[in-house]
Each structure stands twice: as C-alpha cells, then as structure tokens.
C-alpha cells in the first residue's frame, strides 16, 4: 500500500532526526511521544512513568492533537485565506498526522474530538462534548468493533469522560486551593478517578501518586513535544537551527525524567495488587 509505505517512511525519517540530534534512551521516549514509535523506548524509563501513574504521556493523544493544530493554524493565520479555509485545511493535516503516527485508537480518539470541535468554528456551532466523545467512539467502533476490548480505547475514553464528569465538581472542592494549583489538579483528580478501576483490571496497579504527579509532568511533556515538532522542521529543512532546539529538548525532557523519578520514590505512591 502506498500511503502506508509513505507513512512509515516519515516516521523512519522523523526517527532518523531524533538519533542524529538526541541520545538513544531521549529519541526513543520522545519518538512514542512525537510519531507512535515505541521500539526504541527504554523499559526502565517507560516503567518510572507507569509507578508515577503518568505514562499516558508516553503515547499520542489530545494533547498532541492540541499542539499539532495550535501550531498549524497559527501558521495558516498569516496566509491570506478564509477562516473556514484555515480550519479546513488544519482538520486535514491533523489526520495526516494521525495517519503517520499508525492510527492508534487513543489517536483517532484524540484527532475526531479536534475535527468535531474545529468543524463547530465551521459552521459556527457551538460543540456538545459528551456527544463529540460518543461519534468519536462509534465511529471508531464502525471501522473495527473489536476496538471495544483494545485497552487504550478503554483507558483514553474514560479518562475524557471522567474529566468531562467529574472536573467540575472536583474544581468546586479544590476552591480553597490557588487558580494555577486547582484547575490541574481537579483535572488530574477526575482523569485519574476514571482510569484508576481499568489499570486495576489490565494491569492490577493503582499509582495515587499520580494525581499529583501529572501536575508538573504534563507541562513538560507538552514543551517537549513542542520543542520535538521544531527539531524534527529544523533537522529536515534548517539543520543550523537544530542544535538549539535540540539543546534545549534534552533540557526540558530531562526535567521531565527527574520529575519521574521523584515522584516514583515517594512512599506508598504505587501499588501492585494481585487477584
């Protein structure tokens, strides 16, 4: 098939930027994080995301789709083309990124959540989110039935529907907390009330730790793929202005590591239950 052969050969190529750029243990968490391609990833990293209950960060997901259609349609922004055209053409590119990074169910979860949400601005409707979630599922549902029982369709659902849930009134009894402080955490909360009966299920773990370590983690994670997106444009097109986006990637993606690891020390932050 063509477009699978030309899919796998920008995602060899976007891996191919990273190795030249980065160390080997870097380009391989961040190649799961930019393009779906978790060959190269280090167990032993992937295993101090899973005890701080952040390895959703390891896999694409709305966060990546928010990027990726932020950047675009900034760009798009200086052409001088019709607004409809702009979040036409921002929609088409998301799926083209979901193509590339191998049409996981969390990713076209994630890219027919922002489709729906950037076809609202269209025409000028204003979305419903439990009933963008609910196409998003059936459509999903319609090209393969057996994604019901895939495990990150499980996981990347509920955590949606759990925020779209629960956030408020979890937001109402963090009140007491500062603005910057409570959002984040009223929403790490409810993600994690969702999730916490499936990891048990799949996996027999429960990480409370991570309701407060996906505070600090999630913002790094998002600069590191917004800084991985300017290496991968630089070390194709700009090879001068690679090495500084390069230089500070390591930087941020480093904090995120050592943020990791804190918080995979903390006492009881992780469980292991055997049924």
Same mark, same amino acid.
């Given at each position: ?21 980065? /160390? $080997?243990?870097? /380009? ?37 789709? /928010? ?12 052409? $001088?083309? $019709?607004?409809?055209?702009? !979040? ?50 059936? !459509? ?59 990891? !048990? ?26 800084? /991985? ?37 903390? $006492? ?5 239950? !055997?049924?």
């Amino acid at each position: 098939n063509p477009l699978v052969a030309l899919s796998l050969q920008v995602r060899g190529h976007t891996k191919t930027v990273l190795n030249k750029y980065l /160390a $080997p243990d870097e /380009a391989g968490v961040i190649a799961a994080m930019l393009v779906g391609d978790r060959g190269q990833m280090p167990r032993d990293l992937k295993d101090v995301f899973v005890r701080t209950g952040t390895a959703h960060i390891l896999a694409i997901s709305g966060m990546n789709m /928010a990027i990726i259609a932020g950047v675009v349609f900034f760009i798009l922004r200086l052409c $001088p083309i $019709p607004r409809a055209a702009q !979040l036409l053409t921002t929609i088409v590119l998301l799926f083209v990124y979901t193509f590339v990074s191998g049409w996981a169910p969390s990713i076209v979860r994630a890219c027919f959540m922002s489709s729906i949400f950037l076809a609202g601005f269209v025409f000028e409707e204003e979305g419903e989110p439990f009933n963008s979630l609910g196409l998003a599922a059936l !459509l999903l549902l319609l090209m393969d039935p057996c994604n019901l029982f895939d495990i990150g369709f499980q996981l990347s659902f509920a955590a949606v529907a759990a925020i779209f849930l629960l956030y408020r009134p979890c937001h109402r009894a963090m009140k007491f907390l500062p603005g910057c402080l409570a959002k984040p955490l009223a929403i790490s909360l409810a993600a994690w009330t969702g999730t916490a009966g499936l990891f !048990l299920y799949h996996f027999g773990t429960v990480a409370p730790v991570g309701i407060l370590a996906n505070i600090p983690i999630v913002p790094l994670a998002d600069m590191v793929v917004i800084l /991985a997106l300017g290496l991968a444009f630089t070390g194709t097109c700009l090879p001068a202005f690679a090495y500084a986006f390069a230089g500070s990637l390591k930087v941020v993606f480093n904090l995120m590591v050592v943020a990791a690891m804190w918080f995979s020390q903390i $006492p009881w932050g992780y469980f292991v239950i !055997l049924f």
